[in-house]
């Protein structure tokens, strides 16, 4: 492309990778070593780059330095929902771990393109990225490579290949166990979804209950479909439909937590005077101070952090055995619990 008087490209068109290598008189695979602050780069060559660069006014794409180097330093993160804002603190941990080494995060909702028979996957393949992230239950029409580095960040279901890091739900489930029965409460109902996260958090709810000793009992509704709010307010009617007498509800995340608010107050219920609730997650949401919703902290920032290192150990060695990581959980208690 004929370079005007002033440096950059004539016509108006933006810089591309083979004019800075023209401009700085080195190969294009020279400027992607540069862009990705690779040590083998002499002083006098990055110097050069870096001049015809800034004179360029030159933006390198992802696309563009993966084509003309062996590594984007890019990571795909496919999400559950883009909805859930538990989400929010995963994303700022895998963020926190990756940046210091030059990665940057691309992210997908894995349901947003079904109606056009796409996968998230295919597009990050396209896109050269290092690794890949699945942020909550992974399902096996991903279809992830055999060779591509792999980490489940949130969920509990194992591939073989992928390190697993997530939160201890079934410990998360006893501690919200303690700390009803600690509030005199002797009929408790779950409200959750059919999913691994929800199974074993009321798995560890009725663990610790049956093993207290103290008399209490758990009852169910456990509804098809994701843990939405919607999935809550319906949950919570079918729970009192068929036992009026509950004084708590746990809830399987905070979303589903709102709904069950929004259902016990249709029924003209208070909370926490006639019925406490107890969420999981400890999202934003919960800690505003118009909900203020007691909820059981699976510390997700922690969980991405976590995920972030291990993704870079496996792209390190990608034959290491998959190992498992369970992160404790911790009760951050709100006004939506009371002494019964």
Known sequence: MPIMGDGKPAGGKPATIYDVAARAG??????????????????????????????????????????????????????????????????????????????????ADRFLNTGLDASPVEGFLSMRVEGIVIAGEPETDLAVPASMPLVIAGGRVAIPRADTVANDDRTGGAIAADHLLDLGHTRIGFVGARSAA?????????????????????????????????AGVRAVGVLLDEHPDVTAVFAANDVMALGALSGLA?????????????????????????????????????????????LLARIADPDAPAREILVEPRLVARRTTARR
Do not use: C, M
């Open 26 to 107: 080195v190969s294009k695979s020279l400027v992607s070593l540069v862009l990705q602050r690779s040590p083998r780069v002499s002083d006098q060559r990055r110097t050069a780059v870096l001049q015809a660069i800034q004179e360029l006014d030159y933006r390198p794409s992802t696309a563009a330095v993966a084509l003309a180097g062996t590594r984007s330093r890019t990571i795909g993160v496919v999400l559950d929902d883009f909805r859930n804002q538990w989400f929010v603190d995963l994303l700022t941990g895998l963020r926190e771990s990756l940046q210091d080494q030059g990665h940057r995060l691309v992210v």
């Open 198 to 230: 929800s199974d074993e958090r009321r798995t560890g709810l009725e663990a610790r209950v049956a093993s207290a000793g103290s008399g209490a009992s758990v009852v169910s509704a456990v509804l098809p479909g994701e843990p939405t709010e919607d």
């Open 266 to 310: 249709e029924r003209g219920l208070r909370v926490p005077e006639d019925v406490s609730v107890i969420g999981y997650d400890d999202t934003p949401v919960a800690a505003t101070r118009y909900v203020g919703l007691t909820s059981i902290d699976d510390r997700s920032v922690e969980i991405g952090r976590g995920a972030g290192e291990r």
